[in-house]
């Protein structure tokens, strides 16, 4: 509750990040953060993940805008790799950023590093909404006057979005997914 509250009283200044920039956040993994393996509980991470994407929108200056235009963002898809664990009381950063977008998403790469070690890495899609329906990226730029062009996505994005959309087209048709897809 503190982040939100701080984060609306700190959205109207000046930016301090481009859209496409990597803004970073410190943390360090509490008692209260593990799990039964004493390491950062999977919940956590998605909860880190918030609050970064949070922060990097209050830098760019992205939340304002979307507030005035009575736009929000909600999470469609994530898909985390876990590469090494995160200890307790182990320090880490958080390193957020807009890889682009296409006609629906906006896609979002998460990176948990600690001593120069990567330690989870996430990609997020999150589609845009406006009085209760997704708008696409290119209406909510209109409607906020934020003008830019997409970067093209990497080639891993593009092959996770064509494996997105193989799973939608097996659970639209009540077929189970294969285990080998």
């Known amino acids: 509750m503190f982040e939100l509250i701080s ?37 956590k991470y998605l909860k880190f993940m918030d609050r970064c994407r949070l922060e990097h929108s ?11 235009a009575r736009c929000n963002a909600v ?10 664990e995160l200890r307790p009381y182990q320090q880490f950063d958080v390193r957020t950023r ?20 990567l330690h989870t890495h996430a990609l997020l899609r999150l589609v845009n909404m406006y009085g209760g ?26 092959q996770w979005k064509r494996l997105l959309q193989t799973k939608r087209r097996y659970t639209e048709q009540g077929l189970d997914i294969p285990a080998d897809l």
């Open 75 to 84: 999470v469609a898809n994530t898909e985390i790799a876990y590469v090494r």
């Open 58 to 68: 209050v830098c760019t200056g992205l939340l304002n805008e979307m507030i005035q």
């Open 133 to 158: 329906k997704a708008i696409s990226p290119q209406s909510v730029q209109e409607m906020t006057g934020i003008n830019k062009t997409s970067p093209a996505l990497p080639d891993y994005v593009e």
């Open 98 to 117: 807009i890889l682009g977008w296409d006609d629906k998403y906006v896609y979002y790469d998460q990176r948990f590093e600690s001593q120069g070690k």
């Open 7 to 43: 984060a609306a009283m700190r959205r109207k200044r000046p930016p301090t990040h481009g859209l496409f920039d990597t803004v970073s956040m410190e943390f360090r993994v509490g008692l209260t953060d593990l799990d039964l393996n004493l390491h950062l509980n999977n919940a």
